[in-house]
């Protein structure tokens, strides 16, 4: 047989297209090794064929690096077929934020941008890659639709799918996210967890768990289940008695999470508890699955959000805090390259907030002589509440309190230590507000009953400074002190909001001064400010969301806070809520990654984009993304008949 067909038929490659043997025998390597590797086992041969002409076959040397921000914009586009490339950030110590193997594609978001990567790309073990120049990279993107599909995913898929990650992110698949978004816990659940009765001693816990492996043991008690830890046996079980049983130190009615969670939802439950393990259950099983190690989630463990929490309980001082603070833009850029949604991205960013204020109000209230009959509750308003916070954000806060005291005596003992708090918060980078809604201001230190008639005044009054005024305060979530008085101050607005028709209508027509920034045409519309221009994400492309959702939830009586939460209350025939949440979980990502960029630079994080230095798709995607917020308007103007 002529050796020309038979290298056809072994790459696949028919009579019409170009003689496989004019390709150097390095390419045809090369052609060979992809044609087993999605999504190039989908390429027309022949395509895949003429783009191959430049592709080789490198060896990656351990230690070797690939890419790095300093570099520039990359020029070469690597296929993984054996080792491993850990993608590494600063202040991770050594310890990768991303990993990729044999069929991972990098660095697909910076060579569609033309920016440098945002990692440094290393080579953990040694092995072979196919590359491609760019060149020959956008010949091919060009020329099979279903390598551009791969590398682009069209901008309906990317708006409908939740998390948007090909659009910013160097690695490429699931197999190089610290926690991807479609993996279920049980992916991640390598081993059964030992399980062990109560009444085992902690001696014998110990040896078990030495020879079984792990990090925890699942107690069988006999009212449930507990969790017994490593660290519990070395630390609970030092100053206890030989005959100590598990039962006795166990964690009861530990946290629970559904198998088939993803990951990403398992990261933001120990964030927003501060735990480090979850009782991983199974529906229709009796017993627990197991238990899941925070460990499992995160490859950079030194920085996961479970060990923030710990040493934020642990702090003793501001200084302490302020060392913890400092870490987070560090979670977010690994969070970030993993392609998470900004949803679980910015719960994790407010779960570690809420606890480093609740330290702040604790170190700050703990030796504090307050009288017994004194009730307070701290409010947190805006974005915390909502718990949609970025790396960019001030202080909202107020105090509600109760009791037999006189209002005039509570605010006595109440206000300095608020106003402690918010100077506290303020040195650790959250800004005071601008607009003073801070607990330490005496106007938004009040008694039940003083909340209950400022919201009926604003509510039934409805001016515009009462609309101003009102919409900070219908994002809100007690932070600390009594729960019970957090349900009560909530009730003074809720109901009245859901009766008022009128206020709901003044809201919207409020919200609808606020347009999304799209000219007639369908440019993007900018605006000045300190002698720039671009477009102010936050307000002009988060808001029009946040203010629909919040009067759809205040039009139904909804204890929602989140956005995303409030937007699945649009009714289905106005707007899908999956577009909904899509396209404002586009903007609000876009405006993290504008704001991460600005920290790694040095410089202070605004909301102020330039679109001229977005790429093509980006751009695609944020004019869609607010085509969908003038749709949502639409709604909110047809409903309210403005």
Same mark, same amino acid.
């Given at each position: !047989?002529?050796?020309?067909?038979?290298?056809?038929?072994?790459?696949?490659?028919?009579? /019409?297209?170009?003689?496989?043997?004019?390709?150097?025998?390095?390419?045809?390597?090369?052609?060979?090794?992809? $044609?087993?590797?999605?999504?190039?086992?989908?390429?027309?041969? @022949?395509?895949?064929?003429?783009?191959?002409?430049?592709?080789?076959?490198?060896?990656?040397?351990?230690?070797?690096?690939?890419?790095?921000?300093? !570099?520039?914009?990359?020029?070469?586009?690597?296929?993984?077929?054996?080792?491993?490339?850990?993608?590494?950030?600063?202040?991770?110590?050594?310890?990768?934020?991303?990993?990729?193997?044999?069929?991972?594609?990098?660095?697909?978001?910076?060579? !569609?941008?033309?920016?440098?990567?945002?990692?440094?790309?290393?080579?953990?073990?040694?092995?072979?890659?196919?590359?491609?120049?760019?060149?020959?990279?956008?010949?091919?993107?060009?020329?099979?639709?279903?390598?551009?599909?791969?590398?682009?995913?069209?901008?309906?898929?990317?708006?409908?799918?939740?998390?948007?990650?090909?659009?910013?992110?160097?690695?490429?698949?699931?197999?190089?996210?610290?926690?991807?978004?479609?993996?279920?816990?049980?992916?991640?659940?390598?081993?059964?967890?030992?399980?062990?009765?109560?009444?085992?001693?902690?001696?014998? *816990?110990?040896?078990? #768990?030495?020879?079984?492996?792990?990090?925890?043991?699942?107690?069988?008690?006999?009212?449930?289940?507990?969790?017994?830890?490593?660290?519990?046996?070395?630390?609970?079980?030092?100053?206890?008695?030989?005959?100590?049983?598990?039962?006795?130190?166990?964690?009861?009615?530990?946290?629970?999470?559904?198998?088939?969670?993803?990951?990403?939802? %398992?990261?933001?439950?120990?964030?927003?508890?501060?735990?480090?393990?979850?009782?991983?259950?199974?529906?229709?099983?009796?017993?627990?699955?197991?238990?899941?190690?925070?460990?499992?989630? +995160?490859?950079?463990?030194?920085?996961?959000?479970?060990?923030?929490?710990?040493?934020?309980?642990?702090?003793?001082?501001?200084?302490?805090?302020?060392?913890?603070?400092?870490?987070?833009?560090?979670?977010? @850029?690994?969070?970030?390259?993993?392609?998470?949604?900004?949803? &679980?991205?910015?719960?994790?960013?407010?779960?570690?907030?809420? *606890?480093?204020?609740?330290?702040?109000?604790?170190?700050?209230?703990?030796?504090?002589?307050?009288?017994?009959? #004194?009730?307070?509750?701290?409010?947190?308003?805006?974005?915390?509440?909502?718990?949609?916070?970025?790396?960019?954000?001030?202080? /909202?806060?107020?105090?509600?309190?109760?009791?037999?005291?006189?209002?005039?005596?509570?605010?006595?003992?109440?206000?300095?230590?608020?106003?402690?708090?918010?100077?506290?918060?303020?040195?650790?980078? +959250?800004?005071?507000?601008?607009?003073?809604? !801070?607990?330490?201001? &005496?106007?938004?230190?009040?008694?039940?009953?003083?909340?209950?008639?400022?919201?009926?005044?604003?509510?039934?009054?409805?001016?515009?400074?009462?609309?101003? =005024?009102?919409?900070?305060?219908?994002?809100?979530?007690?932070?600390?002190?009594?729960?019970?008085?957090?349900?009560?101050?909530?009730?003074?607005?809720?109901?009245? *909001?859901?009766?008022?028709?009128?206020?709901?209508?003044?809201?919207? %027509?409020?919200?609808?001064?606020?347009?999304?920034?799209?000219?007639?045409?369908?440019?993007?519309?900018? $605006?000045?400010?300190?002698?720039?221009?671009?477009?102010?994400? =936050?307000?002009? @492309?988060?808001?029009?969301?946040?203010?629909?959702?919040?009067?759809?939830?205040?039009?139904?009586?909804?204890?929602?806070?989140?956005?995303?939460?409030?937007?699945?209350?649009?009714?289905?025939?106005?707007?899908?809520?999956?577009?909904?949440?899509?396209?404002?979980?586009?903007?609000?990502?876009?405006?993290?990654?504008?704001?991460?960029?600005?920290?790694?630079?040095?410089?202070?994080?605004?909301?102020?984009?330039?679109?001229?230095?977005?790429?093509?798709?980006?751009?695609?995607?944020? =004019?869609?993304?607010?085509?969908?917020?003038?749709?949502?308007?639409?709604?909110?103007?047809?409903?309210?008949?403005?």
């Amino acid at each position: !047989m002529d050796f020309s067909i038979a290298v056809r038929r072994k790459l696949g490659v028919t009579m /019409d297209d170009p003689d496989p043997t004019d390709l150097s025998e390095d390419a045809r390597e090369a052609l060979l090794a992809l $044609r087993e590797i999605a999504p190039f086992d989908r390429i027309d041969p @022949g395509i895949l064929a003429r783009s191959m002409r430049e592709g080789r076959i490198r060896r990656l040397e351990h230690g070797e690096v690939l890419l790095e921000p300093r !570099m520039g914009p990359p020029e070469t586009f690597f296929v993984l077929l054996s080792g491993r490339v850990d993608g590494l950030v600063e202040g991770s110590d050594g310890q990768p934020v991303w990993s990729l193997s044999r069929g991972d594609s990098f660095p697909l978001g910076a060579l !569609m941008e033309g920016r440098p990567v945002s990692t440094r790309q290393q080579v953990a073990e040694p092995g072979k890659a196919v590359t491609l120049p760019i060149n020959a990279f956008e010949q091919l993107r060009r020329e099979s639709e279903a390598f551009d599909d791969f590398c682009t995913r069209r901008i309906g898929h990317l708006l409908t799918r939740g998390p948007v990650a090909e659009e910013i992110d160097d690695g490429a698949g699931p197999s190089g996210a610290l926690l991807d978004p479609a993996t279920p816990i049980r992916a991640r659940m390598e081993s059964r967890t030992l399980k062990l009765d109560g009444d085992t001693t902690l001696a014998r *816990a110990a040896r078990a #768990l030495e020879a079984h492996g792990g990090e925890a043991i699942l107690v069988n008690l006999a009212d449930g289940f507990g969790i017994a830890t490593l660290r519990d046996l070395a630390f609970r079980g030092l100053t206890r008695p030989a005959d100590t049983t598990l039962a006795e130190i166990a964690t009861r009615d530990p946290v629970g999470i559904d198998a088939d969670t993803s990951l990403l939802e %398992a990261a933001v439950t120990l964030a927003e508890h501060g735990f480090h393990h979850l009782l991983v259950t199974e529906r229709g099983r009796d017993e627990p699955l197991g238990v899941l190690d925070e460990g499992a989630l +995160y490859r950079v463990n030194a920085m996961t959000p479970g060990l923030l929490h710990q040493r934020i309980g642990r702090a003793r001082d501001i200084e302490a805090l302020a060392g913890i603070r400092h870490e987070v833009p560090g979670i977010v @850029g690994a969070l970030l390259e993993s392609g998470s949604g900004f949803a &679980p991205i910015s719960r994790i960013v407010s779960g570690i907030n809420d *606890a480093i204020t609740r330290r702040v109000i604790g170190l700050t209230f703990e030796d504090a002589p307050l009288p017994a009959e #004194l009730e307070w509750c701290w409010l947190t308003f805006g974005s915390e509440a909502r718990s949609e916070q970025t790396l960019a954000t001030d202080q /909202d806060n107020g105090l509600v309190f109760g009791g037999s005291i006189d209002p005039h005596a509570a605010r006595d003992h109440l206000l300095p230590l608020a106003r402690r708090v918010n100077e506290a918060l303020d040195q650790l980078g +959250y800004p005071l507000c601008p607009g003073n809604i !801070m607990a330490g201001n &005496p106007d938004l230190c009040l008694s039940v009953d003083e909340w209950d008639k400022r919201f009926r005044d604003w509510i039934d009054q409805g001016t515009p400074e009462h609309l101003l =005024k009102a919409s900070i305060f219908f994002d809100a979530r007690g932070l600390a002190g009594s729960e019970s008085l957090f349900e009560q101050w909530a009730n003074a607005w809720r109901e009245p *909001a859901k009766k008022n028709s009128r206020f709901r209508r003044q809201l919207a %027509a409020n919200a609808l001064r606020n347009q999304p920034p799209l000219t007639l045409f369908g440019g993007f519309r900018t $605006r000045s400010r300190g002698g720039q221009r671009g477009i102010d994400i =936050k307000l002009d @492309g988060a808001t029009p969301f946040v203010d629909a959702a919040r009067i759809e939830a205040l039009a139904q009586g909804s204890a929602a806070t989140r956005t995303d939460q409030r937007l699945a209350l649009v009714p289905e025939r106005a707007l899908p809520a999956e577009d909904l949440t899509a396209a404002y979980d586009f903007i609000q990502r876009l405006r993290m990654r504008h704001q991460y960029a600005q920290i790694q630079r040095g410089e202070s994080p605004d909301n102020l984009i330039d679109p001229d230095r977005l790429d093509g798709l980006t751009q695609r995607l944020l =004019k869609e993304s607010f085509r969908i917020a003038r749709k949502l308007q639409q709604h909110l103007a047809i409903a309210y008949q403005l």
